[in-house]
């Protein structure tokens, strides 16, 4: 229904599935020189499927206003890449750079997570500036066959610059208020952001009636000490086996710990005594273990001795602490990068840091109610998962695509903005043409990718459930919200000030800048 016919349609599903298997490939070649996550099947399969699918919808969408231009189609398709295809290009770009920023953390799933992620897109703009053209010169006028009716493409197209012309048009009439409600309501949604916390993947993320979950919950219930505990590692320093008197010492002040129920010697070899610090009935599954863990790991070791302290809930708190400490390098890869990028180009500062801006804005959104519904529980029974925190590696993943999404989405729409301002457009008339070409577009490869993003919200694993819903969430608040409401408001606003840039980087534009 959106591409108005078969053939159209047939041309980005057939590259989708091209770009799944290449990147599926990829990974396979990875799987030889590093570990890949199991998960990076799953994300490379949204992320490859989806994105051919919107920059087939891209192209396609180019290409026939070419030709309902009068070209023919040859040229249309030359046309179409010049446009459209840098457009994709720029898109590709941005989007791989925001997974690059996944490659900063320590741990090999959030980096098996950012290369799948990379080789999708590499994949997907790939084979959209390669394959698509070549269907399309193949094809020329036969893309609008096997439609139901004769010119609904054409028709579908009229309405909907119609529909988002006179959408912008109100938008522009009053800029401020438009833009001052929009933002406090999206503030409004970030507010339970300020409660938000960093878990693990537990067994409560299976469906309450697995086995696995079940069996897990006895132990937990039935017999406490198995497993439920904190692992103590007592090393002699000289390769010589730790005193008996040294593990006794160690071993009473475990056991001394608030929370502890007994301490245990688990093993003994060489240099090495292993001891269990089992937890009192109930403290696992409570912020009191990682306190635990704390005033363990602040125990004097025994002189002549190393103690060391293990254990699950000692590795979560130190990889969610690692996540923590590598977060900002990863927001500064994906900020940096993307300035320099959308400078060149547009040539302007200011719409780089305005597309950040709207990109913060939507994930502190999207982030919001994400953390009201899976964290804090409000609704979570509707999608029959159990609350609890955030698991922190899709946060991160998230992050990373909901990021490069918005930064997409933004190149889609101002590069037609753009496009009317070079031709001599005003500001007005630059937002106008921009939204009307690009508002169908925009929403449209949105609603793609919820279809395809849709199948997450159906498995059975909470954490599959999160992902699904976030990025449903953050497209519907990007593609029409932030990009089709608050973005013109904005650039109205700014008037002039939106094309702006020192003329030194002026200067450098016009030298280094992509496009011309």
Not at 34 to 45: C, I, Q
Not at 193 to 208: D, H, K, Q, V
Not at 285 to 299: C, F, G, H, K
Not at 351 to 378: E, H, R, Y
Request: charged share 15%.
């Amino acid at each position: 229904f959106i591409f108005g016919g078969l053939v159209a349609a047939a041309v980005p599903v057939f590259v989708g599935v091209l770009a799944v298997l290449s990147a599926l490939a990829t990974l396979r070649l990875l799987t030889m020189y590093t570990e890949v996550s199991s998960f990076a099947l799953n994300v490379t399969s949204l992320i490859g499927l989806g994105l051919a699918i919107d920059y087939g919808l891209f192209i396609v969408s180019r290409f026939r206003e070419e030709l309902d231009s009068g070209a023919d189609p040859a040229s249309a398709t030359r046309r179409t890449v010049l446009t459209a295809g840098r457009t994709v290009m720029f898109s590709g770009l941005l989007l791989m750079c925001a997974f690059a920023g996944m490659l900063v953390f320590p741990q090999a799933l959030l980096r098996s997570l950012g290369l799948g992620a990379i080789a999708a897109v590499l994949s997907a703009a790939v084979l959209s500036l390669t394959a698509i053209p070549a269907l399309l010169a193949i094809l020329g006028h036969r893309i609008n066959a096997l439609t139901w009716r004769e010119g609904a493409a054409r028709r579908g197209e009229a309405r909907a610059r119609r529909f988002w012309g006179s959408v912008v048009t109100k938008v522009m009439r009053r800029p401020a208020l438009v833009a001052v409600t929009i933002t406090a309501g999206l503030l409004l949604l970030a507010t339970p952001l300020l409660r938000a916390s960093f878990g693990e993947i537990e067994y409560t993320a299976l469906p309450a009636g697995d086995p696995a979950r079940a069996a897990t919950q006895t132990l937990l219930d039935e017999f406490p000490s198995t497993g439920n505990g904190v692992t103590l590692v007592l090393r002699g320093d000289d390769g010589s086996a730790p005193a008996a008197v040294a593990v006794t010492a160690v071993s009473r002040a475990a056991a001394d710990v608030d929370g502890i129920a007994q301490t245990v010697t688990v093993a003994a070899r060489n240099d090495v005594v292993v001891l269990q610090a089992l937890y009192a009935q109930g403290v696992e599954e409570t912020p009191q273990a990682s306190e635990i863990v704390r005033e363990l790991r602040d125990l004097p070791p025994p002189p002549g001795t190393d103690l060391l302290v293990g254990g699950g809930r000692a590795m979560v708190d130190d990889s969610n602490a690692a996540i923590a400490r590598s977060m900002p390098a990863m927001i500064a890869v994906m900020v940096l990068s993307t300035l320099v990028l959308l400078f060149l180009a547009f040539g302007s500062v200011v719409l780089p840091l305005k597309a950040v801006a709207m990109a913060g804005l939507s994930l502190a959104a999207t982030f919001g109610v994400l953390t009201w519904v899976f964290q804090l529980g409000n609704g979570a029974e509707l999608l029959g998962v159990t609350p609890s925190p955030l698991e922190p590696s899709f946060v991160v993943l998230i992050l990373a695509v909901v990021f490069g999404l918005s930064t997409d989405y933004e190149v889609f729409l101002m590069s037609r903005m753009v496009e009317a301002r070079a031709a001599g457009a005003s500001t007005e008339e630059a937002v106008r043409f921009g939204t009307e070409r690009t508002g169908r577009v925009v929403t449209s490869a949105a609603l793609l990718l919820i279809v395809v993003t849709g199948a997450f919200t159906i498995s059975g694993l909470s954490i599959m459930r999160f992902l699904g819903v976030g990025m449903i969430l953050a497209l519907i608040i990007d593609a029409t919200v932030v990009r089709m409401l608050l973005v013109p408001s904005l650039v109205k606003l700014m008037g002039e000030a939106n094309w702006w840039a020192p003329a030194w980087m002026k200067r450098a534009h016009a030298k280094v800048g992509i496009g011309h």
